[in-house]
């Protein structure tokens, strides 16, 4: 199970941390990955980080404002959100990673709302 927090209503420019805690299975076998869906519009990569948090991965336009993290002791998966805009408006879900792009357990979503 997959359970996100952290999600709020932020001015431009503002930050938030986002939080995905996992139960019920081995959280430090499995990369993990967060995702987002803005009203409207299909949901979409946003950030990953591999099992050790070696290696991670974001889209374009999140690039140098927002920062996975995850901490295995405590089977959380972070996301630093900074210098939000308005566009960064939407549901976001954290997912652990089956293969090659692909996710099998997602959360609920947690909402984030920036106004301009």
């Known amino acids: 199970q997959l359970v996100e927090s952290g999600g709020g209503l932020v001015q431009a420019g503002g930050s938030l941390r986002l939080s995905c805690a996992a139960s019920?299975?081995?959280?430090?076998?499995?990369?993990m990955g967060w995702f987002r869906q803005a009203p409207g519009k299909e949901r979409e990569f946003v950030a990953s980080?591999?099992?050790?948090?070696?290696?991670?991965a974001y889209t374009d336009s999140v690039k140098g404002r927002f920062t996975i993290s995850r901490d295995n002791r405590k089977n959380t998966v972070y996301l630093q959100m900074n210098s939000l805009k308005p566009e960064d408006t939407a549901l976001y879900y954290c997912?652990?990673?089956?293969?090659?792009?692909?996710?099998?357990?997602w959360g609920q979503g947690t909402l984030v709302t920036v106004s301009s």
């Open positions: 019920g299975g081995t959280f430090s076998s499995y990369g």
């Open positions: 997912a652990r990673v089956a293969g090659p792009n692909t996710y099998d357990y």
């Open positions: 980080i591999t099992v050790n948090g070696g290696n991670t």
